[in-house]
């Protein structure tokens, strides 16, 4: 199977890396592109494991989330919820019934239009389609999604 030629593409933030060869040597290549051009992920795993958890090591609750980040506007607020879905409570997709349902838990004030807001954001990258499920369309953060709600949470924490 190494005989086996493959490409792999990997984009990682604004760097994108194209290796071709035999499966064993693209696998190769690229671990060593990343690890030596890749970002740091320790900032904000740190970042992440800081406000994901309350004092006593607990998952934070959406309302202690959403108010260590202090998203600005509703888009803020829906891809700080969708992070705090994925990340915080492990959904690996959610709906906007669930990002509506999160933000009432949280007590925020109802999203003007959930649908309008999720479709702004697939088209900005930061959320993409995950097929559909019994309670309609799910999403899921793409990287940018998830690197753009790490930098909110890295700037409360500077």
């Known amino acids: 199977m190494s005989d ?35 970002p740091s992920r320790s900032t ?4 992440h494991a800081s406000i994901s958890t309350n004092a006593t090591g607990k998952p934070s609750s ?3 989330f959403i108010k260590k980040i202090s998203p ?10 969708a992070y705090y879905l994925e990340k915080v409570k492990g959904m690996d997709k959610f709906t906007t019934a669930d990002l509506t349902a999160v933000g009432r838990n949280a007590k925020q ?14 088209q900005q990258g930061l959320l993409m389609g995950a097929g559909d499920t019994e309670s309609g369309r ?14 909110l949470i890295n700037s409360k924490h500077e």
């Open 72 to 81: 600005k506007n509703q888009s803020e607020k829906a891809i700080v919820l």
């Open 4 to 38: 086996e030629k493959v490409t792999l593409k990997v984009q990682i933030g604004g760097v994108s890396v194209e290796v071709s060869g035999s499966s064993e040597y693209a696998e190769n290549k690229l671990d060593e592109l990343i690890q030596k051009y890749g």
């Open 138 to 151: 799910a999403y899921v953060l793409t990287t940018t999604g998830e690197e753009y709600v790490e930098n």
């Open 44 to 47: 904000s795993q740190s970042a």
């Open 109 to 122: 004030p109802k999203f003007t239009n959930i649908s309008d807001t999720v479709a702004k954001q697939v």
């Open 62 to 64: 959406p309302s202690e």
